[in-house]
């Protein structure tokens, strides 16, 4: 790869506050790229955008729920108004909730599906209408393993994850006439995140086993031996959002140690 794949670029990262988002914030300044921090939690976007000014680049962070369309209008045109353009857009802004599936309450998969599948949808809209003005751009949406198979107590949220898998083929369909990029990747289990502090809790009711032992568990599904790691998926993040992903798009990529093959 070339010294700084992403140089100047501008992305805007949903959910970058903490874990799989905050990581790809970080990296993506690494590799050159000027940074938008949107999240729910402005101190934790703040945060973010701190640390990617220690980078040498330039952050804003804007508090931006993903459900609300007039927010992320505003936010767009904050980001562009600041820098003339927007190069990179990554959903990674989610929720998780584990539940037997008569005993998912119906507030729980509305929350699930707005949030993870139509917030990402809302983001897509908006900024491709931007990308799409300059004929180019790469969008990138966190699904997940459990984007490709369904996985005990975890129907709404794998519906979720398999939804954003067709909106990204079908936006990547649309897009690709302005070479517009359109991908997804699926990380495996990524316990550095505040998202795994919950799932250890949910998990050892559904597996029966006391809440130190759900990881070792998981870990053991694995062929390579480890779980996912934030640097794992951001590597994956920084081919995606650089012109060696050119010739990609509509693809949903699995980062999970070969748990995940097709
Ligand atoms: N942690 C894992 O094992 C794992 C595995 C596969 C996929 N994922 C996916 O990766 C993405 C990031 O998850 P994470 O593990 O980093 O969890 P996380 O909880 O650390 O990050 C999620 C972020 O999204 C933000 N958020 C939640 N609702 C929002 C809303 N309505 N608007 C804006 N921001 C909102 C939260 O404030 C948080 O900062 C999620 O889509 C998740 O489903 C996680």
Redesign the pocket.
């Known amino acids: 790869m070339e010294p700084l794949p992403l140089k100047d670029k501008i992305a805007v990262i ?10 790809i914030a970080l990296r993506f300044a690494q590799e050159g790229s000027h940074v938008a921090c ?4 402005l101190q ?2 703040e945060a973010t955008a701190s640390r990617v000014k220690e980078f040498g680049r330039e952050a804003m962070a804007c508090s ?5 369309s007039s927010q992320i209008e505003a936010a767009a045109k904050q980001v562009f108004d600041r820098w003339g353009q927007i190069d990179i857009l990554v ?6 909730k584990a539940n037997f599936i008569t005993e998912i309450p119906e507030e729980v998969w509305d929350a699930i599906i ?3 599948l139509k ?1 990402t949808f809302l983001c897509i809209r908006e900024i491709a209408k931007y990308m799409i003005e300059r004929k180019q751009g790469k969008i990138i949406s ?5 984007g490709k198979k369904g996985g005990l107590w975890l129907g709404a ?1 794998c519906a ?2 398999f939804g954003i898998i067709g909106l990204t083929q079908s936006a990547a369909m649309d897009l690709a006439p302005f070479k517009i990029n359109v991908n997804a990747i ?11 502090d919950l ?1 250890d809790k949910e998990y050892s009711k559904k597996l029966g086993v006391p809440p130190q032992e759900v990881r070792k568990i998981y870990r053991e599904k694995v062929p390579l031996g480890r779980e ?1 790691t ?1 640097e794992d ?1 951001a590597n994956v993040a920084v081919f995606l959002a650089s012109s060696y992903s050119d010739y990609m798009t509509g693809q949903a990529i699995n980062v999970t140690g070969g748990q995940e093959v097709h």
């Open positions: 949903t959910g970058s506050a903490s874990g799989i988002g905050q990581g949107w999240d729910l939690n934790g976007a931006v729920d993903v459900t609300q959903n990674s802004a989610g929720i998780i707005t949030v993870n917030g966190i699904s997940s393993k459990s949220y979720s994850k699926c990380p495996g289990n990524v316990f550095s995140t505040p998202m795994w799932l996912c934030v998926v």
